[in-house]
């Protein structure tokens, strides 16, 4: 079996998905762009303004995973300047986001509704919420 490729290294798939298609964990071979996904709330297309390119091409925004009812995207690199966006899939306009820095240092507010600065808090209050 061949190792996944690394997430800034995949290449974008452009075919058309729909919320329900958009699988439960991180795919490896490939990312989807928020734009290829046929439901996409406007709050997630602009999720990449505000962060900088360093090499001057558009930033992206990938789909990463479900995490419990969430589905989290990021706009920007795995690792550095980033913003991680997780729309509701029961509530498409619920949005919450998290703002990491280059530094490792972040802030978002979680599902729980508390303001989390440790990236894996704030993804922990997405997988925690109750159905």
């Not at 990312?31 to 996904?37: F, I, K, L, Q, S």
């Not at 498409?92 to 978002?108: A, T, V, W």
């Not at 729980?112 to 704030?122: I, P, Y």
């Amino acid at each position: 079996m061949d190792s996944p490729l690394p997430a800034d290294l995949r290449p974008f798939d452009h075919t058309p998905v729909h919320t329900a298609d958009l699988p439960e964990t991180p795919i490896r071979d490939r990312n989807v762009p928020a734009e290829a996904w046929i439901e996409a709330p406007d709050a997630l297309l602009t999720a990449a303004e505000g962060i900088p390119s360093p090499d001057n091409k558009p930033i992206r925004i990938a789909y990463k995973r479900r995490l419990g009812r969430w589905l989290l995207w990021r706009a920007g690199p795995a690792k550095g300047d980033a913003r991680y966006v997780a729309v509701d899939s029961y509530d498409l306009g619920r949005i919450l986001e998290f703002r990491l820095h280059p530094d490792g240092s972040g802030l978002g507010t979680g599902a729980d509704g508390v303001s989390h600065n440790r990236f894996r808090d704030w993804k922990r209050s997405l997988a925690d919420t109750k159905a």
